[in-house]
Structures are given as C-alpha cells and as structure tokens.
C-alpha cells in the first residue's frame, strides 16, 4: 500500500538545523512531485517547498527562502528538507505529499518541528 514516512524532527534552538526525510513505497516515486506543508497549531496547513520529479526544480515559500533546501533521491524513494537557521515561527508539524499529474495525491502522517530555548 502506498505510504510516505516523515522522520527527522525533533525539538532544536533558533538558529539551529534539522533535517527532514520523507520515505515513500507503493507508488513509482519518480512520477510524482514531491511538497512539503506545515501546519502551525492555531493555523492553516500552508505549502513550503515543492521538489520536481528528478529534483532540478525546486520551490520555496518566501518565508523559508534561502534557510530550506528541498531534494530527492529516486532511487531511495526519498525526499529531504534541509531546514537551517530555524526560527521559533518554522515550529509545526511537517508533512510532505506526493501528487501526479492525474490527480493523485498522498499524504504523510506528519513529524513535529519545534524550534525553542
């Protein structure tokens, strides 16, 4: 069955890095675009980075412009998010999705990022 397994959160100090993975199985990674969103508690899920089917485009909402790098490796079926100077305004809980181009769309389950003293 399809699944998309976010890891690599944690709890780290502003100005600190994470990163995060996301692992996917039942479905052929390479022909789907990978995003990541977060959802802040009180929030709205809102888009952060999108990553094209063999990682040479990139996306980033201008919030986490030049802090975030967005990657894939096709052949380990993953995606990362690199998140570097982190603010105390990047803690949610991270998901990322997978979607095709017939509409497909699949979900992780999210892993929390919280950034505090």
């Known amino acids: 069955q399809v699944q998309l397994v976010e890891s690599g959160g944690g709890l780290v100090q502003p100005g600190g890095s994470l990163r995060l993975s996301c692992a996917a199985s039942g479905f052929i990674f390479s022909n789907y675009v990978m995003r990541w969103y977060r959802q802040a508690p009180g929030k709205e899920r809102e888009w952060v980075a999108t990553?094209?089917?063999?990682?040479?485009?990139?996306l980033y909402a201008d919030s986490v412009k030049g802090r975030f790098t967005n990657s894939r490796d096709n052949a380990k079926n993953t995606v990362f998010l690199q998140m570097n100077s982190l603010k105390p305004e990047d803690t949610a809980v991270y998901y990322c999705?997978?979607?095709?181009?017939?509409?497909?769309?699949?979900w992780g389950q999210g892993t929390q990022v919280t950034v505090s003293t």
């Open positions: 990553c094209g089917y063999s990682g040479s485009i990139t």
């Open positions: 999705s997978a979607d095709n181009r017939r509409g497909q769309v699949y």
